[in-house]
């Protein structure tokens, strides 16, 4: 059987799978404290790149942030409840898929190698610290929204660019461009008919994630910030417009759990709230799919990730 992971594993950021020392920091930290980096004199603004003198170290902490947004993606699911109270009060958790979707998308990107990262202003100081001793100047370094590229060998450049440079827009349009720009590659290590497989699967979450013209693949934001703000399809009291086809998103709760090729979506496009639901459990089962491959690919099985989400199903699931 071909799994999701078949078509992807060869993007994954080198060496990863081999990490096993679970730390307790992510990136931030690593930037701040850590003395086994220095930085490249081609400095521009809002644009640095890390030179690693131990690879492993800094994939360490950048492994931790994979199993912190992943156990942030499985918690926000596993919060999701139908209330007893009143069955029609589904707004917070569609918000809660939204947020599991939201971390899954991170975690997806960061184990390919094309994270996308909040550096806070105390690791940017840190950062023209350490480029002054070595007599280099620094450009304007601000903190935010910086995407992380692998760069050959062993480095890791940090920019800023303007169309990602927002917590949610920034994110749905980084992953979008992620997602378009991979298709090839797949053809190229897998027969023509499993490839096909798994390109088609991405083509039908790209063709949801851009839904209603959302060229930037905010289609997702766009239904949580009408749910949330303008209390739109009738989730909230009087619960007006309320549908009965809306108590199906519980069928959907372990939906993250499929073979990502096994779940459809275009069946329920027009059904607004159900199409919602089902694109983020197929986001959400992309991730564990992967992080369950990442984690069997570790030379003496002992892969981070038994630290992060398989962790957390074995106390809580």
Partial sequence: MINFSNGISHLYLPKLNEVNQNISFGINYWLQNSSDYYISQN??????????????DFLKPYAFDINRVSCASIESLKDIEKKTWQPKFIGWNITKFYYSAFFSAHCILKITGNSISNIENSSLEKIKTKTKLYNFSHQNLNSGLYCVEFVPTNN???????????SHEGLWKYFLDFLNKINPSIYHNLPQF???KVVDKLEELIEALTNWNSTNGNWLSRIRNLVNYSHSHGLWFPYKEYRPEYDNIY????????NPLDIDL????????LYFVRTCQLINSIAIDLLSDLSTKHP??????S????????LYL
Avoid: M, W
Avoid at 46 to 51: A, E, Q, S
Avoid at 300 to 305: A, G, R
């Fill in 43 to 56: 400095q521009k603004n809002n644009d640095f790149t890390v030179c690693t003198y131990d690879y492993f």
């Fill in 156 to 166: 890791f450049r940090f920019f800023k660019s303007p169309q990602y440079d927002h």
């Fill in 194 to 196: 499993e490839a096909q």
């Fill in 251 to 258: 069928n959907f709760l372990n939906l993250h759990l499929s």
């Fill in 266 to 273: 275009r069946t329920f496009r027009g059904q607004e709230i």
């Fill in 300 to 305: 003496k099985n002992k892969s981070f990730i």
């Fill in 307 to 314: 630290n992060g989400i398989l962790k957390f199903k074995s």
